[in-house]
């Protein structure tokens, strides 16, 4: 398809004036008449000259996977084939689910006149940055040649087909491991409490350092060597960790640009990188129904040690999203208990609320009798900001009345939870990982599990 440019738009301005010119002064009629055949001899040839160039083919290239909300670039290689130069306008049919920077691109290729090779290329690059998590599709790349007169603009769709995977953002991994490595958890507001008397693991005997208690001395050792020797435990290693994920409509709530679920996977993924470190096995198993690409019935990652289980992970859970569904507790639970026999520390990700008592705590129930439980529940930021509002009017005084109404059955459900003595956090998105990490760590160190 041929598109006329701007030029071409003026020539014919320029005729049609010509043409009015020539309706006020006959003498101009002849002009105006060769004007016109010029113009269209001059635009078909153009054109032709343009219709007979020899093909540009090109490449993209990107990332096997990129992360959620990270800009990533996108490189796109042209090659121009013909021998003469060319200027192109480059359209990349990017996905709906990334956000572009940078495009259109205008770009020229030499031609096989100035290059002795004949094969010329030239690479351009713009900028992406994903919105939604799942495999994301470049199906096409839309170019437009300039003609040599500059008159006409030929479009053409190049079959250059990608496609890439949409993480969770894994950089917080990664930023993880170094913290770590320098033990410097500290600095995320992970504490790491000082262990106090026995139930641990023994790790290794070593001197005595401030702050030891008694009952670590190792008296035979610190006879044989004359000074005081304490034995140092470890946390129980080998264990196991599983989340059982809600992928429920609650989880669409947004305080910030990620929903309650992508907060929820992230900090999945840095406590189970924490958990790998400790030697413990970690899976996941999800309820309440997803869409993706693996869409239709929960997804179960059964515990597995090493590095290699978050890749594992990431690629289990990249592209779930949130379906529609109100979370089937007991249903899950049963589902788990089948799945799994082993104890474990069983951590429930949802966002609960005063009406799920009756389906929760039964739930809860059943897998408290083989597993240790942890309910982790995220809870809306908006509601606290609500209450900070000053009140106008009645409507404002019904309004604030019925949240602090909710907020106070929300609360009586917890309570309920802990009479039961069922381990629990009820943290805002922003402060969910840090909460789940320290409870995990505590959960270590008191041997509970």
């Not at 005063?354 to 039964?362: A, K, T, V």
């Not at 809860?364 to 309910?375: G, Y």
């Amino acid at each position: 398809m041929f598109i006329p440019t701007h030029r071409l738009l003026l020539l014919i301005m320029a005729i049609a004036m010509l043409g009015l010119i020539s309706s006020f002064w006959p003498a101009m009629l002849i002009v105006w008449q060769i004007s016109i055949v010029l113009a269209v001899a001059i635009a078909v040839i153009d054109g032709s000259l343009l219709l007979l160039n020899k093909p540009v083919t090109a490449t993209r290239q990107l990332q096997g996977s990129i992360p959620l909300g990270v800009k990533r670039d996108v490189k796109i290689t042209l090659t121009n084939t013909d021998s003469k130069t060319q200027t192109i306008d480059i359209f990349d049919h990017f996905p709906l689910q990334v956000e572009a920077v940078g495009m259109p691109i205008t770009t020229s290729i030499s031609g096989s006149d100035n290059n002795d090779n004949g094969n010329n290329t030239a690479t351009v690059s713009y900028s992406i940055t994903a919105k939604e998590r799942g495999k994301i599709v470049f199906p096409a790349l839309q170019i437009r040649i300039l003609s040599k007169l500059e008159l006409w603009k030929r479009n053409q769709y190049l079959d250059v087909y990608n496609e890439t995977r949409v993480y969770p953002n894994f950089a917080a991994v990664a930023h993880m491991a170094l913290l770590a490595t320098d033990n410097r958890l500290s600095q995320l507001g992970i504490m790491k409490k000082r262990r106090r008397g026995e139930g641990q693991d023994f790790h290794q005997l070593r001197e005595y350092r401030d702050g030891d208690s008694l009952r670590q001395i190792d008296w035979k050792a610190t006879s044989r060597t004359r000074k005081l020797i304490s034995r140092e435990y470890q946390d129980e290693r080998d264990q196991e960790v599983i989340f059982l994920l809600d992928c429920g409509q609650r989880m669409t709530t947004k305080d910030d640009e990620l929903s309650h679920f992508d907060h929820t996977l992230n900090a999945m993924l840095l406590l189970s990188y924490v958990a790998l470190k400790q030697g413990d096995s970690v899976g996941l198993a999800t309820f309440s129904g997803q869409n993706g690409e693996k869409s239709g019935e929960a997804r179960w990652l059964s515990p597995k040690k090493g590095n290699h289980t978050i890749q594992h992970i990431l690629n289990t859970l990249y592209d779930l999203q949130p379906s529609d569904q109100s979370p089937d507790y007991t249903q899950a639970a049963t589902d788990l208990l089948i799945r799994h026999k082993k104890r474990a520390l069983v951590i429930v990700l949802t966002n609960i609320r005063d009406e799920d008592s009756e389906d929760l705590s039964p739930a809860l129930k059943i897998l408290s009798k083989r597993h240790l439980v942890l309910l982790a529940s995220l809870r809306e930021e908006a509601l606290d900001k609500a209450l900070q509002k000053k009140i106008q009017d009645l409507p404002d005084a019904i309004r604030i009345a019925a949240l602090h109404r909710y907020l106070q059955q929300r609360q009586s459900t917890f309570k309920a939870l802990q009479n039961n003595k069922v381990l629990n956090v009820d943290v805002s998105p922003n402060n969910l990982t840090i909460e789940l990490i320290n409870s995990y760590l505590n959960i270590k160190r008191s041997g509970l599990l």
